[in-house]
């Protein structure tokens, strides 16, 4: 069963550059593309960006100038960073396979 | 970018009941329509995808219909693990685009 687990700091300081990695497990990362996800508390769903497992990239025009997404086969791991950040992108942030396998989310505040 | 507008936002309703939730899309999407169900604390769960295909596991009661720009999912009995939020997903192009959200609580 393929699982997907975040992993990264939880608070960030405003201009900073949020940081996380998306471990997956029970399958290869290889011949799939891998997807970012995110949600404000209490809000609704807004995609960040997919990686395929080649390095190809797509990005959510919105947050295209901050967002790069990497991914490193050799550990079967794709990152997210997103610089410059603002209060406005603290939000659980979900990695997942598109669209059956998801991790648990991770929660990213934006604070000083 | 390609607006999903989902409706009701809320709903209440009783175990046992018939519940629809609507999702209407800003230009034709084919059947590119997925829906999922979330609970408090989790990750959204497929439920279906390409507008009316039931994921492996999903129970029976739920089901998709809908082509175009208009779709709906329609829980035909509902049981008391039902009651959470739902989404629709157009995954027929980038950036992929998700409805407001429909919270189903019991009423």
């Known amino acids: 069963q393929v699982q997907l687990q975040e992993s990264g700091p939880g608070l960030v300081k405003p201009s900073e550059t949020l940081s996380l990695t998306c471990t997956v497990s029970?399958?290869?990362?290889?011949?799939?593309?891998w997807s970012w996800i995110r949600q404000p508390p209490g809000k609704g769903l807004e995609w960040i960006g997919y990686?395929?497992?080649?390095?190809?990239?797509n990005y959510n025009p919105s947050l295209k100038s901050r967002v790069s997404i990497s991914v490193d086969t050799s550990r079967n791991q794709f990152s997210l960073k997103l610089s410059s950040v603002t209060a406005a992108d603290t939000a659980v942030y979900y990695c997942?396979?598109?669209?059956?396998?998801w991790g648990q989310g991770t929660l990213v505040t934006v604070s000083s | 970018d390609i607006q999903m507008t989902q409706s009701p936002p809320s709903l209440s309703a009783s175990v046992g009941d018939r519940v629809t939730i609507t999702c209407r899309a800003s230009q034709n999407i084919n059947n590119y329509v997925n829906w999922y169900q979330q609970k408090p604390g989790k990750a959204p769960k497929l439920l279906i995808n390409?507008?009316?295909s039931l994921q492996s596991g999903v129970p029976s009661r739920f089901s998709g219909s809908g082509s175009g720009t208009d779709f709906t999912l329609t829980v035909s009995s509902l049981q008391p693990e039902d009651f959470a939020s739902y989404y629709c997903q157009q995954s027929y192009g980038t950036p992929y685009t998700f409805g407001q959200g429909t919270k189903l609580d019991i009423k």
């Open positions: 990686i395929y497992y080649s390095g190809s990239t």
């Open positions: 390409l507008a009316s």
């Open positions: 997942a396979r598109p669209w059956v396998y």
């Open positions: 029970g399958g290869s990362i290889n011949n799939y593309y």
